[in-house]
């Protein structure tokens, strides 16, 4: 079983992947999440710990159903 943290660096990973393959730039994405760019940032690296609202806001402005960020995380 993962740790709080790889869990938390491991849906960073996700998010960061899926807003590079899409070619938005990390403040963009920030702003389209209405969070700040230096929260964005913290949860890209996985250094926060993502409110259920927050993760909604990000596949919502990625286009990418909740799952995708979860999916096999164990």
Same mark, same amino acid.
């Given at each position: 079983? $993962?740790?709080?943290? %790889? /869990?938390? @660096?491991?849906?960073?990973? &996700? #998010?960061?992947?899926?807003?590079?393959?899409?070619?938005?730039?990390?403040?963009?994405? $920030?702003?389209?999440? %209405? /969070?700040? @760019?230096?929260?964005?940032? &913290? #949860?890209?690296?996985?250094?926060?710990?993502?409110?259920?609202?927050?993760?909604?806001?990000?596949?919502?402005?990625?286009?990418?159903?909740?799952?995708?960020?979860?999916?096999?995380?164990?």
């Amino acid at each position: 079983m $993962a740790s709080e943290k %790889d /869990i938390y @660096a491991e849906i960073g990973r &996700r #998010i960061r992947q899926i807003r590079e393959k899409q070619g938005i730039t990390q403040h963009e994405l $920030a702003l389209r999440c %209405d /969070i700040e @760019a230096s929260n964005m940032c &913290r #949860i890209e690296s996985g250094n926060t710990n993502l409110t259920v609202k927050t993760m909604v806001r990000v596949c919502t402005s990625l286009n990418v159903p909740f799952y995708k960020l979860t999916e096999g995380i164990k």
